[in-house]
């Protein structure tokens, strides 16, 4: 089993982007002296939901501010990127990491980037996004390079440097499930899902590959004191961060309520005493089949996410790796 922190650079109330920014590159720091194997950051533009907008420059940084953990994007947006610019920076984070990199993708959804970036509403459908992954994968596989394609079109270019990162591809739909398995990436599924959510993509994938699962995990004195943390400090960052989703095409973008949002998290992830997170994580991998997995650690707020980090660190991995 293979254990992770999923970073958000989450924007709590009362916490500034950059101190956001900043305070989640010693997470990661700290995550790798926990015992954590990878340390995986989320992008996101324009929203203090989570205030980084590059996960490919702060892997980087990250990179380099560590020496053991692996690090990655979960994900790299690809309908406000170009598929070459994508896969030229992360074969170099492969060859200067030493092999520590993995390259995390997803299509996005339909918000104001869209405008922002210029790739306008095709830039995110499933066509673009199957064009971005044949470039991706061609890409390290390959000393040369060209494309004739509906959204992407180039004349053979080398391949500098010769890198090739695993790879991830975030699923929120059986659409996006069957392009992965039609290039035989892994899949990465989010948090928002349950165990037989992931258990049914996992299916619909129909093959042994080395998919990720997030996970908001919290230790807690017990279970109801955990719940009761999340309960109280994640509404008041889901709220401004839900509400910052902005759409493309100018229509109202209906908002999660926050409240029962975070009741509906808190009711499926493990949280609570160590040996509590350990089974239902144990539990989720054996409903899954799933075993490698990022562990969303920002819930608590500001406050609490390093002693969480240390707890799980020093409680939860020994019990998932003895069992």
Known sequence: MRIGVFLVAAGFPGVSPEQALR???????AAEDAGFDDAFVAEHHFMPYGTCPSALTFAALLAGRTRRIGVGTAVTVMSTSH????????AMLDVLTGGRFTLGVGRGGPWVDLEVFGTGLE??????????????????????????????????????PRGRPPMLVACTSADTVRLAAAHRLPI??????????????VRDYGAAAPHMSVVIAQVADSRAAGIGLLRQTMPTWLRPGLAAFVRFDGADAPMRDPVGYAEYLTSIHPIGPAAYCADRILESSRATGVDRFLLFV??????????????????VLPLLRAG
Request: proline share 4%; hydrophobic share 45%.
């Open 123 to 160: 830039g995110l459908s499933h066509r673009a996004f199957a064009e971005a992954l044949e470039i991706l994968a061609a890409w390290g596989a390959q000393d040369a390079v060209s494309y004739d394609g509906e959204f992407h079109r180039f004349r053979q270019v080398p391949v500098v």
């Open 23 to 29: 305070t989640a590159v010693g997470y990661g720091v």
């Open 83 to 90: 598929p070459v610019a994508v896969a030229e920076q992360a």
């Open 298 to 315: 920002e819930g608590g707020g500001p406050e609490h996410t390093l002693a969480n980090i240390k707890a799980l660190g020093s409680s």
């Open 188 to 201: 990465l599924l989010g948090m928002h899902a349950d165990d037989a959510e992931k258990a049914s993509m």
